[in-house]
């Protein structure tokens, strides 16, 4: 989806679908700082793309480009094809989604999102079948009368969906949308704009700093930290081959463990052992941390652990052991200050009660196509610290 896609058009001609909206070498700065560092990106047609990342990490700066709410210090924005420079936010093909909802509360749900038509002089009937559409997509036919102060957020949020929706946009913007929403009624929805996303098939450009909810609902991810993109991937990708101790950390927890390349495919761990790994393009000699996903990590007391034949393994001592209800979760010291986490699903209630506890000696092993290796810069590691993305506010 990053080039440009050739479609086939009637009669054999190919032609050059520009993408929906590309970003060329975009940078913003705020006086002498700089929150967007050089963002060259392509969004495809119809394509669901999130940027995610912490706290003043550039994200929403730069989806406020896109809309035209801010102008990028140096770079081009373009949307399908076109140089968005001089053209007001207003005028762009754009509708933009705020956490706060932003609705008008002296007017019912259907005058809300009427409103957009009604100022650009759409016909009444066509406004009225237009409005009655959308309420209906978000679930809130019945409500059409009441005022925003008589809904549930989830429901203004919905509201405020409609109203950009109803306005055809060609590039749908949603500035943490569900942020002010409880955690389940976020999940709901996650899974509903999914839904609704794929049925209007407009692109949707997302930010957030939930690395769940980037994972549900996006085609692809741009994982940003201090105005730059560390990497840009479909969901399982940037959670099972982070190219970067900080995406590694930022997605999902911070299972790492520094040690150098000593052979392509193979790695030596600070901690001990050689063991083959995925080095991706790094070279022999490169410091790198080796990541292992807690859920591929098996756990066994010391004596009771299988003969590795070959199986990469490392011994360590269990610092801490958490019942989360679903599974069990162990710290396991492997080292200097190094831990790695553990998550044991709780299957079985034998199985689980026979799990070791806190000062156990143990060995952690996987296969060794579940470990690969990411670039490790001391900077990465430091921002890396927020192991859990979902609060990855710094
Ligand atoms: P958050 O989720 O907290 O909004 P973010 O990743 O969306 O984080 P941005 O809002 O894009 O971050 O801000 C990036 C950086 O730019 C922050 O350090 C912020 O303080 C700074 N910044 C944003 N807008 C302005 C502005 N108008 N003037 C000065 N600095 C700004």
């Given at each position: 989806?990053?080039?440009?896609?050739?479609?086939?058009?009637?009669?054999?001609?190919?032609?050059?679908?520009?993408?929906?909206?590309?970003?060329?070498?975009?940078?913003?700065?705020?006086?002498?700082?700089?929150?967007?560092?050089?963002?060259?990106?392509?969004?495809?047609?119809?394509?669901?793309?999130?940027?995610?990342?912490?706290?003043?990490?550039?994200?929403?700066?730069?989806?406020?480009?896109?809309?035209?709410?801010?102008?990028?210090?140096?770079?081009?924005?373009?949307?399908?094809?076109?140089?968005?420079?001089?053209?007001?936010?207003?005028?762009?093909?754009?509708?933009?989604?705020?956490?706060?909802?932003?609705?008008?509360?002296?007017?019912?749900?259907?005058?809300?999102v009427?409103?957009?038509?009604?100022?650009?002089?759409?016909?009444?009937?066509?406004?009225?079948?237009?409005?009655?559409?959308e309420l209906?997509r978000v679930?809130l036919?019945?409500?059409?009368?009441?005022?925003?102060?008589?809904?549930?957020?989830?429901?203004?949020?919905r509201v405020?969906l409609a109203r950009?929706l109803v306005?055809?946009?060609?590039?749908?913007?949603?500035?943490?949308?569900?942020?002010?929403?409880?955690?389940?009624?976020?999940?709901?929805?996650?899974?509903?704009?999914?839904?609704?996303?794929?049925?209007?098939?407009?692109?949707?450009?997302?930010?957030?700093?939930?690395?769940?909810?980037?994972?549900?609902?996006?085609?692809?991810?741009?994982?940003?930290?201090?105005?730059?993109?560390?990497?840009?991937?479909?969901?399982?990708?940037?959670?099972?081959?982070?190219?970067?101790?900080?995406?590694?950390?930022?997605?999902?927890?911070?299972?790492?463990?520094?040690?150098?390349?000593?052979?392509?495919?193979?790695?030596?761990?600070?901690?001990?052992?050689?063991?083959?790994?995925?080095?991706?393009?790094?070279?022999?000699?490169?410091?790198?941390?080796?990541?292992?996903?807690?859920?591929?990590?098996?756990?066994?007391?010391?004596?009771?652990?299988?003969?590795?034949?070959?199986?990469?393994?490392?011994?360590?001592?269990?610092?801490?052991?958490?019942?989360?209800?679903?599974?069990?979760?162990?710290?396991?010291?492997?080292?200097?200050?190094?831990?790695?986490?553990?998550?044991?699903?709780?299957?079985?209630?034998?199985?689980?009660?026979?799990?070791?506890?806190?000062?156990?000696?143990?060995?952690?092993?996987?296969?060794?196509?579940?470990?690969?290796?990411?670039?490790?810069?001391?900077?990465?590691?430091?921002?890396?610290?927020?192991?859990?993305?979902?609060?990855?506010?710094?």
């Open positions: 989806m990053s080039e440009a896609e050739t479609v086939i058009a009637e009669g054999g001609a190919a032609t050059v679908e520009a993408p929906s909206v590309a970003l060329r070498n975009v940078t913003k700065r705020f006086d002498d700082f700089t929150a967007v560092d050089d963002l060259s990106l392509e969004l495809g047609q119809g394509e669901f793309f999130t940027f995610l990342g912490p706290s003043g990490c550039g994200k929403t700066t730069t989806l406020r480009m896109i809309a035209g709410f801010e102008q990028p210090t140096e770079g081009e924005v373009l949307i399908e094809g076109e140089n968005v420079a001089g053209t007001p936010a207003h005028k762009r093909p754009t509708n933009t989604v705020f956490q706060s909802y932003a609705l008008f509360p002296h007017m019912s749900v259907e005058k809300n009427a409103f957009g038509l009604k100022r650009k002089g759409v016909d009444k009937d066509e406004i009225g079948e237009r409005v009655a559409k209906q679930g036919a019945r409500e059409a009368n009441r005022r925003p102060s008589q809904l549930s957020g989830g429901m203004q949020q405020a950009a306005n055809l946009p060609k590039v749908l913007l949603l500035d943490e949308p569900l942020g002010a929403l409880d955690l389940k009624l976020r999940k709901g929805l996650q899974i509903e704009l999914k839904q609704i996303q794929r049925e209007v098939g407009i692109t949707f450009v997302y930010v957030t700093h939930d690395q769940e909810e980037a994972l549900t609902m996006s085609d692809r991810i741009a994982v940003m930290n201090r105005g730059r993109v560390e990497q840009v991937a479909g969901p399982e990708e940037v959670y099972d081959r982070p190219t970067t101790s900080f995406v590694a950390g930022f997605i999902g927890v911070s299972n790492l463990m520094p040690a150098t390349v000593s052979a392509p495919g193979q790695v030596k761990l600070d901690s001990g052992p050689e063991v083959s790994a995925d080095t991706g393009a790094l070279g022999p000699g490169e410091g790198c941390a080796a990541v292992v996903r807690p859920e591929k990590l098996r756990v066994d007391l010391a004596g009771d652990a299988p003969p590795s034949n070959g199986t990469p393994s490392v011994a360590g001592v269990v610092e801490s052991s958490v019942y989360l209800g679903t599974a069990t979760q162990l710290v396991v010291g492997v080292g200097e200050g190094v831990r790695m986490t553990v998550l044991v699903p709780n299957a079985d209630e034998s199985e689980r009660q026979s799990l070791p506890g806190g000062g156990a000696r143990v060995v952690l092993s996987w296969e060794p196509e579940h470990m690969h290796v990411v670039i490790d810069k001391d900077e990465e590691r430091d921002d890396g610290e927020a192991d859990d993305g979902s609060d990855g506010d710094e």
